[in-house]
């Protein structure tokens, strides 16, 4: 137990660049944790971003990163697994990055089902560009470009995953960050594509949507019986949002992960594979063509 | 030009989508292919499943042939519109195979010498059974091979090899077919070709270049290939997805092109050999991610095969329309790589050695690769194709030293690797600017100088490539009247062009350019300084490649050689095009009596119904007019009598008015 | 240089974001504008939103200001960090500012003559009550003002007009705070800058490049403007969001780039003046429907405003790094324009300039502005800005004429428009290559000669641009010694570079481009025909523009003068590296004192606590090393005890070896 | 009434280039039977589509039309519905160009509530470029580039338009060219986006989902007393899947249409607003920095 993975070994090279108090701590924090629990070798960790405050993540855990363009962390973290199925591979990222450029990937990336954990820290507005409005901004909400408030139908994250066939569907909240450890602990070791939705409040542009403001609404299904296996329950569940918004783990299924279907993995790791053809095969392609 | 055995027999089929003339020209080429010829085929087709308009060419000749061919020595057609739009190119001595029961001939249509021959097609099946209407082509090919003098065993076995996965019933009935058409051709004193063919009987591979791309990556090492359908380069994901397991290449079709080359970033991060391939339209959405991979310095290959543009443009028509798209993909200067194989052997190779450079270089490589290359298929000499290729990994450490930084600066700015799952390590690849130690810099750690020189790093990699590149060569003698430079797959036609040209007592010689990025500027300055006159040949309407010559160069071309209709060259037009340039004669954009026709043939389709057709055409000038026009006389097909006449503008092309008669 | 009433003061700001420099920045140049003097203002920021490093830099001067300036006399600094990244610029007779309670001055670091004036702001702030930290450099401004010879009455009225809105409460306490440090300056002899300014006292608009342009747009008939907010384009979106109803501009923030540049020609379609503004990842985004719009024939603008790359790159630093992305955009060839604006004037008649050509050609024009002239902003004369400007939509039909043909192939290749919505006709705009009235011709009416006509129509349009470009003209005499050449925002700064080279006795001219699609090629050529020497200017490491430059008129400049960290040009910079062409000294890469100091900083930073600096370099060649090394020495900040020494590569830049003392 | 609107009036110039017996046709025809339903002129009608077969129809129908890069008709369709809100914007495509490449656009085009009316003439192939999966492919379904059977849980469109705010949602099938009419008018007489999903074979590529097939497993809902109002019934709806499918209006609701909201629209179309600015609006504009 003594060389057993301590917090420290999830330190990263640099102190994070966010806001004092941004939520997005909480979140990094939750997801060492969870490295910890699951004692995750750091160099068997790999977290893939896009762009945006939230994004900037893989730079402040010791793990394999990559910090890419904003909106496709997705197809990144996607190929990066494909090619090493020995990788722990965690997607970070915010709501515009992830549903607003990124909504496609992650639709498609649900149906797929993947072994990847994305974990959205959403905060309802655009944090790195300076407070422009989001696909989860609420309707009404005044930002830098909605100046009269927005008026498009926010995104429901939630309730898209579950149509779209994620296999494990749950919304955290940086305040809560023994439950926000859970479920990213969770989401890592779900086979399969595990989507959590963070509340993770942008201290600095966004006045509404406040650590107070969630304080006062969120719950934890996990305290009111809820069953996680029932879909219908969990789409109510998507569809609550108000005085009451539940949070914890909504929904997880179990069906065939894409690496499990594809017959090239069965011998083992793409990265660990031999190279090149041999004479006879080639041959036989080319014969195919005579 | 008549047959022969060397510059070979010329072959076209024509019908619409759904004829399954695909299947009939496969036979033919896969018997001249097993007799021994060489075999070099082109399918000028349509963006629509069914009907439209189809026009196989297929060349067959003891030496290998390059290219398509100028001349056509046969012709099958298997409806009207195909016999009109075709019958005339048919050389003096030819022969037109048709069936009578549905194809009339228009005899003021074709040159003299012609033979025609309708077979009586309904009448031969009908002992057969119930046949299918495509496979009613089976019969005319018959005759096409007893013209062309081939033994019709080789044929049944090809069919045999071909249906016997369907069914032997099938198998059985097209043979039945091929040999009442082959019969029938022998009994009503078709004249054959008259070639006495020396056959090889070497059996050939017979490979498209989208083919010989995707086994050539197999060897080269690839292990993902993702895409997203597009013409022309679908047939590469075709391909791999059906030898996947066999291969042990990981294919997957993405929800579009901005995952396939973000999917392959992330493999090639995880550390396998990725390779991405499409058409310009999706090239163009992959262009933010070209930077992304080369400031993460993640090797990865990207096939663009090219097709008429701009815009959706002609989706199954070639061009080399996407030079400065390539150059200028991305935001940003950084280092990559581009090369256009020239030819369908070429395409194996360059396959393979841009997986090389890619992880050598750490950076984006392109492959500029086209419809002509993509989808002709063409005989290959057995041994073109070597398994056993150099896997280059480059700078990749098994472990990581003490101190190991990912983005090191050193002199030659290639950074040692190692890969995410590696202990004692850990960084980041990080699309913002960064450190040594992959930290970025665009924020709290803003540092100028340390931009400065990790951008410098970057950059300094391409200095290291062109060492490693096959330099050009002139190909003929230094000397010539003209020199005709060309890049990727125009090759065979320039090449054939040379010969047609020395035919004509013009001496030129030929430079090819391979690689793109870098560019061999010494050695090409040097080659050209040595030119009387320079021709550029290329498949596009503003000289893309001629431009980019100039930049490297500074040497500015005196003349073009450009064609932008979708077509791929053929020899002749650049020769055509090159006499004219040493005879000092200018070029106009004028439209010709034979293009007028086909603008008149499109009036027609669209607003006149499908009962007549032009007839003459005379060139005049009109009064209102500051532009000559095409009076064209529209017929009826039936009565020959006058329906009207069309005024095209001869310098436009614009329709301008439809006099009724 | 000492500051003066024409060439300015140059004062800086510097401090961590989320310290409010940006209002104090403003007040002080609001107060000089009000004043009557001109204002040049640059900040130079980072990819953060609270701490990092701001440097904001403000230039004031009697006469107009074009660029930020070379000199600092005045540095405010609000944190330790900053003092030590910046004291060493100020000039001798300069100031620094700062708290004394928060920041200790360097004496080493200093140049001689400077004076150092802290001021103890949280003794001078105590009576005004609870004051927040950000409110506290309204001290520091005071004593500022105080050193400017500004009247204290005018920041008063600034200040109240700015908190108006908010409370009168803030107005008054920051005026208070403001007055405290204007009257401890006066108190305790700071010795102002001596100059005896003559105010003009005519208000000016002060103005950033992205406003001018959105202005520009709005008086230019733009009616739809799409965006996805990204650096350095978003405050173009954010002004014409924030004055959509009084402009009377739809403005949408759509999904993405895609979504964008889409829906701009979708608007345009439908026949209004729509435009798109991106930074060079959205413009990657947006590439395959550059040319969509020109397929269309569909008239766009879209705004690249570049930054550093490649791929994200530096966010908030500029660059004119996206010439070739521009150039080589979207697959195929296709008509476009592209101009970029090379000040904030010119920014406001470009963006309305760009809508007249889209619509008269009916194709996309592309505006490449940058960072550094989206953001910064400066005065401009009261009449620069004219509301009055034409509006010429083209060809452009209220009524559809009988036979109407949207793509009619014309003589200067411009079809008449009608717009959807008006009776009589309907066409579709295809992205398939197609006839005068746009039926697809790349499916079954495929048609060679037609593809051929129809691309050129197309392409002909660009013969009738050039004559409506103003054509370049050398500034300078023409005999000069070296004729400096570049295009877009580093005008002002070459063009005082120019100045600068004739007081050091070079005699050198400029030249500089605005439209870069279409080239003015032949006025071009003659212009640099006389040109003894040609150094082209820019900020990017590959020199694009000197490639632009070769491509089109065959020209190679002799000399780079290139800038790529991020910053923009300082005029002298452009004045030494002219001055070592003119004298024929080689330009080298290595790394320089002061900047293998900041690298060692940067090292600091990450690896060592923030006790510690570098104090001295010095330059070593060393056994095992080919290249020379920085031996840095790294000493305590409060003992000076040497902690380190930190070894830098000279050549490459890399941080070598950390060696503890 | 004689100078009444026929179908005729909406012969497109050249007859369609489609295989035939595709089920592209009966859209074609319920468009053009809608149009003359609702009397809509022709030059009052602007069809939008990307590319793929489906999306060659704007060419076969007498209107305005835009037929423009694979995935991106619904931008385009939005801009020129912003531009001009006296036009009917109808979008027309395929499944794989709108839940492929272009899934991103439509689900904030449903959120957004444009008035527009978006038919897919899904296929669950692609089509053009010679039968690869498409997001609608069903589990194992054999096609080009699944040879061994689709592992992607395909796209519900129907799910995803009522979790996405879409106000009308219905799903036609062209061998009903009644039902498909009366739901493609219902659509654009709608205020806001309507989605219509529309079965419609492809004769050549996908031998699964054959005109028979749906044949003996479509039933219409109106016919059993649905009731479109019901979002959670709708949804009920959405999951039904294989001996039975439900065909017609699944959900309809209303909500301020985008169009609505926005204020610059209140002065008319844009397409007939002013163009420029007058020195005093310039000046007022300047005022504000100095
Ligand atoms: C293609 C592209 N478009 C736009 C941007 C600019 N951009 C950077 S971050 C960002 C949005 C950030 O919002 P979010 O993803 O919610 O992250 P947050 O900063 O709120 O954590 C945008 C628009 C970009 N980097 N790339
Ligand atoms: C960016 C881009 N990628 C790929 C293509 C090639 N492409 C044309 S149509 C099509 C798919 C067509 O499928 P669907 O949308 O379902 O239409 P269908 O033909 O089935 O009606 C594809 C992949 C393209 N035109 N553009
Ligand atoms: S701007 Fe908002 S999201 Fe970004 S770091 Fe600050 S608090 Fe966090
Ligand atoms: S291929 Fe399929 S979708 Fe395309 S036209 Fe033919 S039947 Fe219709
Ligand atoms: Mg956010
Ligand atoms: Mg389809």
Redesign the interface.
Known sequence: MSDALKIDDFKG??HP????GCGDYGVLKALKEAAVALQI????L???SG?G?SS?L??FI???????????A???????????T??HVVITGGDGDGY??????L??AM???LNLTYIVMDNQI?????G??S?TSMLSHRT?????GN??????PI??A????ATYVARGFSGNPKQLTELIAGGISHAGLALIDVFSPCV?WNKVNTYAWFRERVYDLSQEGHDPANWSVA?EK?LQWGDRIPTGLIYQTY??T?EE?????G?GP??A???????S??D????E?? | MKADQSSGVIVGIAGAAGDGLDKTGDTLARTASRLGLSVFAYNSYQSIIRGGHIWLRIRLAEGKVTNHGDALHALMVLNQDSLERHVAEVEPGGVVFYDRDRVRPVPTLMRREVQEFGLPVRELAQPFGKVPAVMQNAVLLGAMLFWLEFEFAVTREVLQDTFAHKSPEIAHQNTALAQAGYQYAEQNALRPVGLSWDFGRIRRPFVTGNEALAMGAVAGGCKFYAAYPMTPASSILHWLVAHSEAAGVLVKQAEDELAVINMAIGASLSGVRAMGGTSGGGFALMSEAIGLAAMLEAPVVIVNSQRGGPSTGLPTKTGQEDLNQVLGASQGDYPRIVMAPYNTRDAYYSAAEALNLAERFQCPVIILSDLLLSEHPETLEPSDLQAALPIDRGHLLAEAPVGYKRYQMTTDGISPRVLPGTPGTTFVAASDEHDEEGNVISDQFTNAPLRRKMHEKRMRKMDGVLPLLEPPCLAGPQDAEVTLVGWGSTWGAIQEAVTQLAADGIVANHLHLKYLIPFHRDHVRKILSGSRQIAVVENNISGQFARHLLAETGIRPAHLILKYDGEPFRPREITIQTLAIVEGKPHTLGVLEHEAREIAYHHIRIHLDDRCRPSELVRRAMAEQTTPVWHTTIVDRDTAAVTGTLLIDAETGATLQWLPA
């Open positions: 090279p640099v660049d966010w806001c004092p070798p750091p160099h068997k790999m977290v893939v762009i405050c900037n893989p730079g010791n793990a394999y990163g990559a910090h890419t363009l904003h909106g496709r997705v197809p990144v973290a996607s190929g990066a697994r494909l090619a090493n020995d990788l607003g450029l990124g909504l496609g990937h639709i498609h149906r797929r089902n655009y944090g790195l560009t300076t422009q409005t696909p830098k470009t909605t100046p009269r008026v498009e139908q926010p995104i429901n309730g898209l579950l149509i779209s066939g600095t789409m998507a069906r065939p894409y279907a594809e017959p090239v993995l011998k793409l990265v594979q031999d190279l090149g053809i041999n004479q095969l080639l036989q392609f080319l014969a063509t005579m």
